[in-house]
């Protein structure tokens, strides 16, 4: 996979600038804060080997998307295509995050248990932190069992915001 080309676009949200990688195909590689790059750019690597970084000359669909979804069109984002690669076990959980309705919460034991993988808790939240497209594949819509805020790759602060943002209810005070 070493040379793959993406396309990166940097805008601001209410959160703070983000940054937005797509493939050639418009597919959504990545997406995290600025101020998480070096993350980004880790996962990136870890994930791809080397890749070049061009930027984008014009706004992209998904990127037009992810601002339509801050501005208040919540669903723009549900039908961005994606791709990532990861392990198998690590593409099932993001597929499974991206099932999770908007203004909904889930747990981690939930979602491993939805998963067929009841005991699988740690390794769900492992994948879930290594999730490279933050939003739209919507990982801070994972909370503690005990209805905690846990971590969250953009900041606890960011994880509070999106899910009030998306009117989610959980059993805690936001």
Known sequence: MNGDRFFMEQFATPTGAMLLLTDDEGQVRALDWEDYAARMHRLLRLHYGAVRLEPRPSASPARRAVE???????????????RTAGTAFQRE???????????????????AAELGRSKAMRAVGMANGANPIGIIVPCHRVIGANTALTGYGGGIERKRWLLRHEGAVPEFAL
């Not at 339509?68 to 295509?81: K, Q, R, T, V």
């Not at 959980?93 to 979602?111: C, E, F, M, N």
């Open 68 to 82: 339509a979804y801050f501005e208040g069109d919540l669903s723009a984002i549900d039908l961005l295509p994606t």
């Open 93 to 111: 959980v993001w597929a499974a995050l991206r099932a999770i309705p908007t203004g909904q919460t889930t747990t981690y034991g939930r979602l």
